[in-house]
C-alpha cells in the first residue's frame, strides 16, 4: 500500500531562518505529488504540485519543492521563512494511472517565531 | 464565488446517536471525496466517488456511510457503529480523475459526548 512519510512533526524556525520539510512516499510507479498547506483556522491550500519534467517546483508565497526520484522524496524548501508561515504542512501523493486518492502524511506543524 | 460548503462548523451529538455531515461544491467537479483528520495522523480517507450514484470505500470506511444522489452533494454519516467518531471532518472535489489538486472544504468538528 502506497504511504507518505513526513519525519518532522513540529518545527520551530526563527524568521528568516531556511526551511526545509521531508517528505517521502512508498510507491514503485509514476506518481503526483503534492504540498498543501493549512493556516490556523484556514482550508487546507495547495502549496505546490509536480507531475513531470523539471524536478524542481516553484509554488506560491516562494516556496519550492524537488523531486528525487531515487529517493522517493519531494522535499519542502523555503530560503527565509515569516512569522506568516506557521502553519500545518502536508504532503500528498497520488497515482497517475489507476485510482486517483491522494495518500497523505501525517502533517509538519512549522512554528515560526518573530 | 465557486467552492465546497461543509456544515455545520462544529458539531455535538450523544454516543449512540448517528449524525449526517454535509458537503456541497458548486465547482462541477466530478468526484468527492471525505477525510477524517486527527493530530498527529494526517488526513485519512473515508470515502469517494467518482461520479453520481457510485462511490468506494477509503482506509477507514467502517462505520461510515455516504450517498452522492446529486453531482453536487457528498453527505456523510457517521454512525453510532463508528468506535472514535470525535474528529475533524473534510470533504474535498476534483475535476474528474485526473487529481490536479483537490479543493478543501472548511470541514466539521464533530464531538461525540
Known amino acids: 500500500a502506497q504511504s507518505v512519510s513526513q519525519h518532522n512533526h513540529h518545527v520551530i524556525l526563527s524568521e528568516a531562518a531556511s526551511l526545509e520539510l521531508g517528505c517521502n512516499y512508498s510507491y514503485g510507479g509514476t506518481v503526483n505529488l503534492f504540498w498543501y498547506v493549512q493556516y490556523p483556522g484556514q482550508h487546507l491550500q495547495l502549496l505546490l504540485k509536480?507531475?513531470?519534467?523539471?524536478?524542481l517546483v516553484k509554488g506560491i508565497k516562494g516556496f519550492e519543492a524537488e523531486f528525487i526520484k531515487s529517493k522517493f522524496s519531494f522535499n519542502l524548501r523555503k530560503p527565509s521563512v515569516q512569522w506568516s508561515d506557521t502553519a500545518e504542512y502536508f504532503c500528498a501523493v497520488t497515482m497517475q494511472t489507476g485510482a486517483n486518492n491522494l495518500f497523505f502524511g501525517t502533517g509538519t506543524r512549522l512554528t515560526v517565531i518573530p | 464565488d465557486g467552492g465546497i460548503t461543509q456544515s455545520p462548523k462544529y458539531l455535538f451529538r450523544k454516543e449512540g446517536q448517528n449524525v449526517t455531515l454535509s458537503c456541497e461544491q458548486n465547482?462541477?467537479?466530478?468526484?468527492m471525496y471525505w477525510y477524517r483528520q486527527d493530530p498527529g495522523q494526517g488526513l485519512r480517507l473515508i470515502y469517494y466517488?467518482?461520479?453520481?450514484?457510485?462511490?468506494q470505500k477509503g482506509d477507514i470506511a467502517e462505520g461510515y456511510s455516504v450517498s452522492r444522489e446529486k453531482k453536487e452533494s457528498f453527505p456523510l454519516t457517521v454512525t453510532s457503529a463508528q468506535k472514535n467518531p470525535t474528529a475533524f471532518y473534510l470533504c474535498a472535489s476534483s475535476i474528474g480523475r485526473r487529481v490536479d489538486g483537490y479543493t478543501f472544504g472548511s470541514g466539521t468538528r464533530l464531538t461525540v459526548v
Open positions: 509536480y507531475f513531470s519534467g523539471d524536478p
Open positions: 466517488s467518482q461520479i453520481v450514484n457510485d462511490f
Open positions: 465547482l462541477n467537479h466530478d468526484a
